[in-house]
């Protein structure tokens, strides 16, 4: 079973800057797309930012301009930057990896989620 590592998160005031950093397994790393997603109480888990193993971006568009999704091959990981963050950004952030096996199964996986706080 795969596990995902995640660091970063915390609190900051309106207009901060946070990073979140995710790790996989080189094996993982390598094949799949990876993303972070966030959810708040009671609503569904929303997709923030997602990567390709090829590098292609995707972005929510309430974030688009404000936040930077990029791959670190070297720590198999993949970084969230998070800048003018807004407290309507507050909720809990997860990492999550998908790829598709030899055999066509999909697998997913998330990481244990991280809580990001936003004062005005």
């Known amino acids: 079973q795969e596990q995902l590592v995640e660091t970063g998160g915390g609190s900051v005031q309106a207009g901060g800057s946070l990073t979140l950093s995710c790790t996989a397994s080189?094996?993982?790393?390598?094949?799949?797309?990876m993303g972070w997603y966030r959810q708040i109480p009671g609503s569904q888990r929303d997709m923030v930012a997602a990567?390709?193993?090829?590098?292609?971006?995707n972005y929510a568009d309430s974030v688009k301009g404000r936040f930077t999704i990029s791959r670190n091959d070297a720590k198999n990981s993949v970084d969230l930057q998070m800048n003018s963050l807004e407290p309507e950004d507050t909720a809990v952030y997860y990492c999550?990896?998908?790829?598709?096996?030899?055999?066509?199964?999909?697998?997913?996986?998330w990481g244990q989620g991280t809580q990001v706080t936003v004062s005005s």
């Open positions: 080189r094996s993982v790393f390598d094949v799949a797309a």
């Open positions: 999550n990896a998908i790829l598709e096996t030899a055999t066509h199964r999909t697998l997913s996986y």
């Open positions: 990567i390709t193993s090829g590098g292609r971006i």
